[in-house]
């Protein structure tokens, strides 16, 4: 199984770039977004992210978690029509695809690969504030995790936890990272999937982490447009480097990470990981 998942899309009123990269998507069984599909969650730009993903992969499954661009910097009231905020996008792209879907009255979700079991955390909500509203989603997810099972569990969530942040801030991005990491901790064989800090997979410190002790892969996987580089002092280089996706494949008890880049398409160099299960 093929997925490419990419982040960090911010489309605003020109949608090339984010064509562009939806485009690299094609042949792959699954497209994961990590947040941040729109820049300000307008609805016409909501409506520009639907059109974009059914005309550029009309017979592609995608699935997407928000981010905190995709939603208004403060709430406005909004008569409900079609595609016009994050939670319309996500609906429609949870019902056009056929994998067996879990949903949750917290927001999150759960979709049933044979591969793997792909998990939405939507940590985001207005004012653009990363929480966990009275912590439903991580109870739902710590029952989950204890209750199902599969050969990869992909946690797909905007922010990185604290530990596993290439910009190795102090401060974490998430209001209950501690329990967050708690419940994963107790698990083996998780992807984490993160975006938001739109450094390149290209930086002298890793973007991809691998912990032994109980096969957990932390991806921070970039954004499609221009990103930071980070030299190996955690300085951002003067120049920004290609914007890029994530390819993920999962072949029986493998798993190969590449990175591409979303400005000439090609396999960024050296940045390609294998790991067992």
């Known amino acids: ?21 939806l485009w690299m998507g094609k042949g792959a069984d699954l497209v994961l977004l990590v947040g941040d599909l729109v820049n300000d969650g307008t609805p016409e730009q909501w ?4 059109t974009c993903i059914a005309e550029v992969l009309p017979d592609t499954p995608v699935l997407a978690v928000a981010g905190n661009h ?31 879907t879990e949903l949750d009255s917290s927001g999150t979700w759960a979709v049933h690969l ?9 940590c985001v909500t207005h004012w ?51 329990h967050l990491q708690e419940i994963l901790n107790a698990h083996r064989n998780v992807i984490f999937l993160s975006g938001h800090t739109h450094v390149s997979m290209e930086s002298a410190i890793p973007c991809v982490e691998y912990e032994e002790s109980r096969n957990h892969i932390y991806i921070n996987d970039g954004s499609i447009r221009p990103t930071t580089l980070l ?44 790991f067992f299960r």
């Not at 008569?79 to 792209?93: N, P, V």
């Open 1 to 21: 199984m093929r997925i490419l998942a990419m982040s960090d899309l911010h489309l605003s009123k020109k949608p090339w770039q984010v064509r562009k990269a």
């Open 47 to 50: 409506a520009c992210m639907h």
């Open 70 to 100: 995709d939603y208004p910097r403060y709430p406005s009231p909004m008569i409900r029509c079609e595609i016009c905020d994050y939670q319309s996008l996500a609906e429609w792209l949870l019902g056009r695809q056929s994998y067996p």
């Open 114 to 122: 044979e591969e793997a079991e792909i998990l939405g955390l939507n």
């Open 128 to 178: 653009r504030k990363f929480l966990f509203p009275q912590e439903a989603q991580l109870r739902w997810l710590e029952t989950h995790l204890n209750e199902q099972n599969a050969p990869w569990r992909i946690i797909l969530c905007h922010a990185p936890l604290l530990s596993h942040n290439p910009q190795r801030t102090d401060m974490p991005y998430l209001y209950r990272d501690k």
């Open 231 to 274: 030299q190996q002092d955690g300085r951002p280089a003067k120049s920004p480097a290609d914007g890029n996706v994530v390819e993920l494949l999962l072949e029986g008890n493998q798993l190969t990470i590449t990175a591409y880049s979303t400005k000439t398409a090609e396999p960024l160099p050296g940045i390609q990981y294998r």
